[in-house]
């Protein structure tokens, strides 16, 4: 499988790190992996002047997003937090298609969005593996959506498969694995798929400490060899230091942003390297106000009621 590979002056993968991923098979090296093409001055996806109001059944509509301004870069990884209710996975569905914006424009490549596309990927904390098929159909059934030829779809299964390091699974089903493993046959199916935008949605947030840290070094390890662009929602701050390139903080209700934090440490991260947690300390002191906000306003209207 050759992938557009990427980063230039990136650490290479230290043998620190390969000891604590127990699976792993190979090393990364960050940075013998070829400069991602870049189209100068494009960037892959463009969020601009954009809101979103919902109807609700009480009357007035609630302002989910208020003027949000965004540009990633191809092949970055970012990361958005912010308090719970800020618009976080509203954010996603919008560059994803599901939605659409109230006004502004959300821009691929240029090109405004104008509904879902095989562009771009949605990953849920929620899965949506399909318990009657085997992790192998699963991973192929969304290539058979997007018109994949059998032969192609094999060859893909076989080698996503391989990526997240579950290939003698493949004729399991899947309340045969562990949380960590369904996750993994998620990203494999949607990787197979060779979206541009991935858009992750918490999708670590209700596994185990170990487990999460394993898929934080295999996403991070896939990331780097795809040179895929990454959007990943989290509400955990020394989650988003351990992964993102940069970080997107939203305030409460309606969602702005309220800061982007560049993260220049060097790669590999660990959740528990100080570096991370001086920095996750400097973007929860942020975040902190916001969630206080969110207190007042939620307390406030019940003791209003
Ligand atoms: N389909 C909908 N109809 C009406 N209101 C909605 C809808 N979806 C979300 N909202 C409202 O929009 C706001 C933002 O919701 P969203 O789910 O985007 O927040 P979030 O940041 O992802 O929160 P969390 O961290 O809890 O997942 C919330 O106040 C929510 O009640
Ligand atoms: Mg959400």
Same mark, same amino acid.
């Given at each position: 499988?050759?992938?557009?590979?990427?980063?230039?002056?990136?650490?290479?993968?230290?043998? !620190?790190?390969? $000891? !604590?991923?127990?699976? $792993?098979?190979?090393?990364?090296?960050?940075?013998?992996?070829?400069?991602?093409?870049?189209?100068?001055?494009?960037?892959?996806?463009? &969020?601009?002047? &954009?809101?979103?109001?919902?109807?609700?059944?009480?009357?007035?509509?609630?302002?989910?997003?208020?003027?949000?301004?965004?540009?990633?870069?191809?092949?970055?990884?970012?990361?958005?937090?912010?308090?719970?209710?800020?618009?976080?996975?509203?954010?996603?569905?919008?560059? /994803?298609?599901?939605?659409?914006?109230?006004?502004?424009?959300?821009?691929?490549?240029?090109?405004?969005?104008?509904?879902?596309?095989?562009?771009?990927?949605?990953?849920?904390?929620?899965?949506?593996?399909?318990?009657?098929?085997?992790?192998?159909?699963?991973?192929?059934?969304?290539?058979?959506?997007? +018109?994949?030829?059998?032969?192609?779809? %094999?060859?893909?299964?076989?080698?996503?498969?391989?990526?997240?390091?579950?290939?003698?699974?493949?004729?399991?089903?899947? !309340? %045969?694995?562990?949380? +960590?493993?369904? %996750?993994? &046959?998620?990203? $494999?199916?949607?990787? /197979?798929? =060779? @979206?541009?935008?991935?858009?992750?949605?918490?999708?670590?947030?209700?596994?185990?400490?170990?487990?999460?840290?394993?898929?934080?070094?295999?996403? =991070?390890?896939?990331?780097?060899?795809? +040179?895929?662009?990454?959007?990943?929602?989290? !509400?955990?701050?020394?989650? $988003?230091?351990?992964?993102?390139?940069?970080?997107?903080?939203?305030?409460?209700?309606?969602?702005?942003?309220?800061?982007?934090?560049? &993260?220049?440490?060097?790669? @590999?991260?660990?959740?528990?390297?100080?570096?991370?947690?001086?920095?996750?300390?400097?973007?929860?002191?942020?975040?902190?106000? =916001?969630?206080?906000?969110?207190?007042?306003? =939620?307390? +406030?209207?019940?003791?209003?009621?």
């Amino acid at each position: 499988m050759t992938y557009p590979l990427r980063k230039p002056g990136q650490a290479t993968l230290s043998d !620190h790190r390969a $000891a !604590h991923r127990p699976f $792993a098979s190979h090393k990364v090296d960050f940075a013998a992996a070829a400069v991602l093409e870049r189209s100068p001055g494009i960037p892959k996806l463009s &969020v601009r002047d &954009v809101s979103l109001s919902y109807a609700t059944n009480s009357g007035p509509r609630l302002t989910a997003l208020k003027n949000i301004n965004l540009q990633v870069q191809p092949g970055e990884f970012l990361c958005v937090v912010g308090p719970s209710g800020c618009g976080k996975s509203t954010l996603l569905h919008l560059i /994803a298609g599901l939605h659409q914006q109230t006004s502004g424009e959300v821009l691929v490549d240029n090109a405004p969005v104008q509904g879902p596309g095989t562009d771009r990927i949605l990953i849920f904390q929620e899965l949506g593996l399909f318990p009657w098929l085997t992790v192998a159909q699963n991973v192929e059934f969304g290539m058979r959506m997007k +018109g994949v030829s059998k032969s192609d779809r %094999q060859a893909r299964v076989r080698d996503y498969l391989r990526l997240v390091h579950l290939q003698q699974f493949s004729d399991s089903y899947t !309340h %045969q694995l562990s949380g +960590g493993m369904r %996750q993994r &046959v998620a990203l $494999a199916r949607a990787l /197979a798929t =060779e @979206p541009d935008v991935l858009l992750m949605d918490e999708p670590f947030a209700a596994l185990d400490a170990q487990t999460r840290d394993m898929l934080h070094d295999e996403l =991070e390890r896939i990331w780097a060899e795809t +040179g895929r662009t990454i959007i990943f929602v989290t !509400h955990n701050v020394r989650e $988003a230091v351990r992964l993102g390139d940069r970080i997107v903080l939203l305030t409460f209700r309606p969602g702005q942003v309220k800061r982007e934090y560049e &993260v220049d440490l060097q790669r @590999p991260r660990h959740l528990e390297d100080v570096r991370v947690a001086g920095k996750a300390r400097e973007i929860l002191d942020d975040l902190r106000e =916001e969630i206080n906000k969110s207190l007042e306003e =939620e307390y +406030g209207l019940e003791a209003n009621a």
